[in-house]
């Protein structure tokens, strides 16, 4: 089976060894099987495959918690190790329809199966707490001098102070003022209006 090149020795060692114990685990299960109802050999190669594949994800979630995958990379070489490790297994015991044969992909009604699974539960877990980690320490990495966000205005809140708010008057003209201005705009507009002689716009501005 073809593994990472970020993959360490160890990692290597881990999964060989998960594949050696999941397979034995599986035939000495079906030979020791006594009951009047068959075995059920789908079942347990999902558990063969899912042990394994749980110790490769482990593997990959370790590169991402030393920063050597992001987390988008951390899931697809886990789903990329159940692909290997299925088609690796499924061929001894004759369950090759898993696999589609155009692509080498894994049939989307046995994926469902995997999925739930308690192993691939456990997976999503310990992938969900290397997120929460990565999440939690950019958090932290903000600090206090990062810059603060704008305080929203509250656009409601400054109309109703507009609305609220009362409106100045100015004060009122005192009325004999008031009366000499309309007086003295009057005697301008008769002596501009119309062309009359200057004669007519002085007897025009006399009384009746």
């Known amino acids: ?78 789903l990329e190790g159940l692909r290997l490790i299925m088609i690796a297994v499924v061929h001894t015991v004759g369950l090759g329809y898993w696999i589609d044969n155009w692509g080498g992909h894994i049939k989307s009604d046995v994926m469902r199966k995997f999925e739930a699974a308690p192993e691939w539960e456990q997976f999503e877990d310990e992938l969900l707490a290397l997120a929460e980690s990565k999440a939690g320490g950019a958090r932290a990495g903000d600090g206090p001098d990062a810059l603060d966000e704008p305080t929203p205005v509250d656009l409601d809140a400054s109309r109703s102070a507009k609305i609220l708010s009362p409106r100045v008057t100015p004060p009122a003209m005192p009325l004999k003022r008031q009366r000499g201005t309309l007086k003295r705009r009057l005697t301008s507009l008769n002596r501009n209006c119309c062309g009359l002689p200057a004669a007519r716009r002085r007897n025009s501005s006399k009384p009746f």
Request: avoid cysteine.
């Open 1 to 78: 089976m073809r593994y990472p090149s970020e993959f360490s020795s160890e990692a290597l060692a881990a999964v060989e060894a998960a594949m050696i114990r999941a397979r034995r685990k599986h035939f000495k299960a079906r030979q020791e099987w006594n009951s009047d109802w068959p075995f059920d050999d789908d079942k347990s190669v999902r558990t063969w495959i899912l042990s394994i594949f749980l110790v490769y994800a482990r593997q990959a979630i370790h590169l991402g918690a030393q920063d050597v995958w992001d987390l988008e990379e951390v899931r697809t070489q886990a």
